[in-house]
């Protein structure tokens, strides 16, 4: 490009401006275009289309929380999913001569 900037009016650098501007934005929309081809392409070479990918949710490291199994009696706000420790609360029920089966919910 042997475009000498030095040279240009203030009004010839306005307009130089807007035209890039607008080749910029038609870049974008046709490289965006392209990189969703090339992606509905991929998707397909494995049977899925883009829609099909974005809906189902993917599984992370992490699962989802456990329901909780039992709750204190003494207070239903405290739960506990039988992962893990055991409660405080539960200790103290057992030591009581609670059953676990008595804690569930």
């Known amino acids: 490009m042997g475009i000498n900037l030095d040279k240009l009016s203030r009004k010839e650098l306005l307009e130089l401006r807007d035209q890039v501007d607008k080749a910029l934005e038609n870049a974008e929309a046709r490289e965006r275009q392209e990189a969703l081809m090339a992606a509905e392409k991929a998707a397909a070479a494995y049977g899925f289309s883009l829609s099909d990918l974005a809906s189902q949710p993917t599984r992370s490291g992490k ?43």
């Open 63 to 105: 699962g989802s929380k456990a329901k909780a199994k039992y709750r204190n009696p003494a207070d239903p706000t405290q739960t506990w999913t039988g992962r893990g420790r055991k409660p405080k609360w539960v200790h103290e029920a057992l030591k009581a001569g609670a059953d676990i089966s008595d804690l569930e919910i």
